[in-house]
């Protein structure tokens, strides 16, 4: 594994994988939208009656793979995933966390570039499907946990929040900058934060909120920007801890 040294003069040219040059999506992935939506309509109403994890499993009960993530008609999700590794730089990840996981795809798409990655996510119905679809690969390991009381003692070189941050509930200015500052924390020196949430037309209220989430992250005096990328219906940023 590189050392700390190393890692920040490393080539940020060079990245773990080639930037996707296909169509972001295809007639089919009209499903998966509709698929996603119906999920979050749901999630919601399950949230009016429970808490925590609860509408999260209850949610994944009822249908596996509430949002076709590893589901592979769809093109979207999986040209995403590809999308994220190419804003990587390519260099020797050592422990890897994935928080707010689901069925762990992209903790796969990661494992061959880390010497362990751990998936978090706050439904064990979840995680229990991660581990199923994951028997292959050794370096990957799931846990059942929330962002907000997760700990380790273990640092990591890589830290990954797709897709989270909008379901966590009080959603203000000052719990992202908690949610920031946890996260950092979690980090060796020079290790990489990758933030990435939904961004659609920047004046719709979801892009406005990823916008808001992003800014609050990249205002932390503990974290410097390398880059950010607006894709097709998404928003990354890269973070480094100083």
Not at 10 to 20: I, Q
Not at 142 to 156: C, K, L, Y
Not at 175 to 197: D, F, H, R, W, Y
């Amino acid at each position: 594994m590189s050392n700390n040294n190393t890692r920040r003069s490393d080539d940020r040219s060079a990245k773990l994988a080639g930037e996707p040059r296909d169509f972001f999506m295809t007639l089919r992935d009209v499903a998966f939208w509709v698929r996603s939506a119906r999920a979050d309509a749901a999630l919601a109403q399950l949230r009016t009656t429970a808490t925590a994890g609860e509408p999260f499993d209850r949610l994944y009960r009822s249908i596996d793979d509430p949002y076709g993530t590893a589901l592979p008609q769809f093109r979207y999700q999986r040209r995403k995933y590809r999308g994220l590794l190419s804003l990587l730089p390519k260099r020797s990840y050592g422990d890897v966390l994935d928080m707010g996981c689901g069925l762990g795809v992209f903790s796969r798409a990661l494992a061959p570039h880390a010497d362990r990655v751990l998936g978090i996510d706050v439904s064990l119905r979840a995680v229990s499907q991660a581990r199923s679809l994951s028997t292959g690969f050794g370096n990957l390991h799931f846990e059942q946990g929330d962002i907000h009381s997760f700990d380790s003692p273990r640092r990591f070189s890589l830290v990954v929040l797709a897709d989270v941050v909008y379901y966590l509930l009080p959603l203000t200015d000052v719990s992202v900058q908690t949610i920031a500052a946890k996260l950092t924390a979690l980090l060796e020196p020079g290790g990489l934060l990758l933030l990435v949430n939904h961004f659609f037309f920047a004046v719709d209220r979801r892009s406005r909120m990823t916008r808001r989430i992003h800014n609050v992250f990249r205002a932390s005096s503990d974290l410097a920007v390398v880059a950010e990328h607006r894709r097709a219906f998404y928003l990354a940023t890269v973070l480094e801890r100083r």
